[in-house]
């Protein structure tokens, strides 16, 4: 098993290597699909109401994405996707880790928060808060870094369930909107769903 602060920092490596990277489009089927109406709640995400669904390699979780991005290969990431245009481009992964405990969502968001705080320099803190995924509870963190030497915005949401850690980190490039990027990003989240077992 990969140690969680290596698992984090990796996250972070991500930004620095997605603008050159090639993908594909893997397994996964382009077809434009509907969600259900959106959940109550202010702090609920909406779901991307369009674009590809794809499924984590053991059938886990699933999530959707924009039907243009390309999926690539990220050593860490169970699934990994980008733009292809822009440069640098807007990326997204998911991250799942076996945790000790079943910690809330944001003793999990914490924990990672401190950890990136005290290994990268400006950090600058844009949105930390509790969402809802339909009925599950996630943080959002989003925030701005300088890491490896280029600033970036990321954009991560924690989830704990059934004893596993999923991280999904988004990342973008310095200068782009707030607002815009972090309703992506949520979009994409709110379809994440969870097979149970």
Do not use: H
């Not at 050159?20 to 202010?42: K, L, N, V």
């Amino acid at each position: 098993m990969i140690d969680r602060t290596s698992i984090l920092f990796c996250l972070l490596g991500l930004a620095l290597l997605v603008a050159g990277c090639g993908g594909d489009q893997g397994d996964a089927s382009d077809r434009a699909t509907e969600t259900a109406p959106p959940t109550g709640g202010s702090n609920a995400l909406q779901p991307l109401r369009s674009g590809r669904d794809v499924l984590a390699p053991d059938g886990r979780f699933s999530l959707r994405v924009p039907g243009e991005w390309v999926r690539y290969d990220d050593p860490f990431a169970e699934l990994a996707f980008r733009t292809v245009a822009e440069d640098p481009a807007i990326a997204l992964n998911v991250v799942r880790e076996e945790l000790a405990e079943n910690p809330r969502p944001q003793v999990y968001a914490e924990d990672a928060r401190r950890r990136i705080s005290s290994s990268y320099s400006n950090v600058v803190s844009l949105s930390l808060s509790p969402v809802k995924i339909g009925a599950l509870e996630a943080y959002r963190w989003v925030y701005t870094a300088t890491a490896g030497g280029q600033d970036r915005l990321f954009y991560q949401l924690f989830v704990v369930d059934d004893g596993q850690g999923f991280v999904l980190t988004g990342v973008a490039p310095i200068g782009a909107d707030f607002n815009v990027t972090r309703s992506l990003f949520d979009s994409i989240a709110g379809t994440l769903t969870f097979a149970r077992g």
